[in-house]
């Protein structure tokens, strides 16, 4: 839609802008990081997302944000906002974006809910789904370590583990009980009049893929194929939160699969997720135009949904740096080099495998992320082909960071 703006806000929101564009949209990147693709596809649009003590926008990003509202409403365009990756958890900045924009989500008031383990529980009990037990005290019967700290303010991953972690300060959370299982994703789109299955994702464990925590974020791949009794208890669990909150548009379920195949449903996220560039790259999805349509009816545009461009399976994995690194010029010089030969491709799948790409030079920590790696795999079996193909494209991208020389595709 040509009148259209989106600020694509969160921590990363890469995988978000890319969506927006594919769909059409023009769009403005309000994130951490950068990256030279995030960059490239907001066609250098980019604000730092720059946040207070007190977790709220700082000045410069609510100086920056408020003149672009400034801009498109001088020019008679419509600017909305979509949310990315740890907006769940931050209702301030929320608060602060509503003030001069349309936000195409959750409200700040909305995400008290939908945040509140409370209302998580109610709806797990209501769709017939497991919720772990939670204590705010470490039990003392647990020397087999059945029990998790979580922390209520992170995302990702980010913090959990078998012990409180001593950089975690005064950060609040609780402590939950381990269930064992594959986890998985699960997105819905809540509309003003009942609640749509988009499709679940599974999660790479840490006995697949080397990453700096045993519960951080590794990656993603799917779509799953799931039975029709976890589909009509994952619609029950947002059609609960639809009517207990009145939100609109994506609602996504961190679960956990046991050994006996039950579900158990460990938050809800309502925002852009990491896996639903799962969905987007793989069926076409449209999941920015759905959104649109179901947050404001106004904005809803009539589009044929277009049919799946692959079969088989789609993943993506985040690469860790294993030691201390440089990233220096010549590196990211290669590195966009890979980028650049996607364009020419002319493919967003097929060739881009390459993502999160940082856009300067700069010093890597061991357990930071480098960038992101994807794959297509074909075929009935493809789910049990991704790790081979994702730790090829792992060891192609160490080669081109390693290398002196611009390595052959």
Known sequence: MQNVIILAVGYSVRALVEACVRSGYATIAVDHFGDADTRRDAKG??????????????????GALSAVATTAVASGRTLVALLAGGMENL????????????????????????????????????AAVNFPARAMLRPADDADRNWLWKPS????????????????????????????????????????????????TASLAAADWPGPTEFIYRGSYGPLSLSSVHQRQIVKLAEYLRQQSGVRGWLQFDFIEDHQGDLWLLECNPRWTAGMEIFSLAEHSQLIDRQLGATDPE????????????????????VYATQDMELSQAVITRLLAQMQRVEQANSWLANSWLADVPSQPQWVRAGDPIATVRCHCRGAVAGENVLPALRQLQERLLGIIMSPAVPSC
């Open 91 to 126: 209702p301030a900045v929320v608060a602060q974006l509503e003030t001069f924009v349309t936000v195409l989500g959750p409200s700040a008031s909305q995400l008290e809910i939908l945040r509140n383990p409370q209302h998580w529980q109610a709806a797990a009990d209501a």
């Open 45 to 62: 649009n980019w604000i730092p997302l720059e946040l207070t003590e007190t977790r709220s926008l700082a000045p410069a990003s609510l």
């Open 299 to 318: 904005m809803e545009r009539k589009a044929v949904r277009l049919a799946a461009s692959h079969t088989g399976c789609v993943a993506k994995a985040v």
């Open 153 to 200: 303010g992170s995302a990702g991953g980010l913090h959990i583990g078998w012990q409180f972690p001593a950089d975690c300060g005064a950060m609040s959370g609780c402590w939950q009980r381990y269930v064992a299982g594959q986890q998985m994703g699960a997105t819905c789109i809540a509309h003003p009049q009942g609640t749509e299955f988009v499709g679940a």
